[in-house]
């Protein structure tokens, strides 16, 4: 038999071995990466929802304030599907609010809000639509005007423009009258 030129066998996985290793090690930095992402994601979210409740509920003092909010709602009255959106300087507290007969969309804004203290912040409007489409501004008390008493038009009130003592009233234009000493 003769001999001949035979080369060497190839070096067996030296090269691939690392690519293998290092594809394998760039791939869980990423998966690493993507769960701190999405866990980021996740407790930024829940803290919005959070503060967004907290919000909700401590307007809710004002909004049950409101007898056409009671009337139509029923109650009791509860927060749901509270909504955290901050633009600039303003942020806005959107939810439901739930009554035993229907649901209501209600609307919080905090003007001039520090992000960082929003849910202590005094509400700049609170206003609550209800199934109806009348508009109810809880950020004001509501009106709580007596009834006229049965069987009057208003027509019997004292005259208020002369004093009670029956004189008459000096004129605007007179001067005032210089005391005696």
């Known amino acids: 038999m003769s001999q ?28 690493c990466v993507g769960a701190c992402g999405v866990c980021g994601y996740t407790a930024m979210t829940a803290g919005k929802t959070f503060l967004a409740t907290a919000v909700a509920t401590a307007t809710m003092a004002d909004i049950q304030q409101h007898p056409e909010v009671k009337a139509e709602l029923g109650e009791p009255l509860e927060v749901q599907n509270a909504k955290w959106e901050q633009t600039a300087d303003t942020v806005t507290v959107s939810f439901d ?21 929003a849910a ?23 009106m709580n005007i007596p009834e006229m008493p049965e069987g009057t038009d208003g027509t019997d009130m004292p005259d208020l423009s002369t004093p009670p003592d029956g004189t008459t009233p000096p004129d605007s234009t007179d001067p005032p009258e210089e005391p005696n000493n």
């Open 4 to 31: 001949g030129n035979y080369a060497p066998p190839p070096k067996s996985g030296g090269m691939s071995t690392m690519t293998i290793v290092l594809i394998i090690f760039g791939v869980l930095g990423l998966i």
């Open 97 to 117: 609010v739930k009554g035993s007969k229907n649901t209501g969309k209600a609307k919080v804004e905090i003007k001039g809000a520090d992000p960082n203290n």
């Open 120 to 142: 202590n912040s005094k509400p700049s409007s609170v206003i609550v639509t209800l199934p109806s489409g009348k508009t109810i501004d809880a950020s004001k008390p509501p």
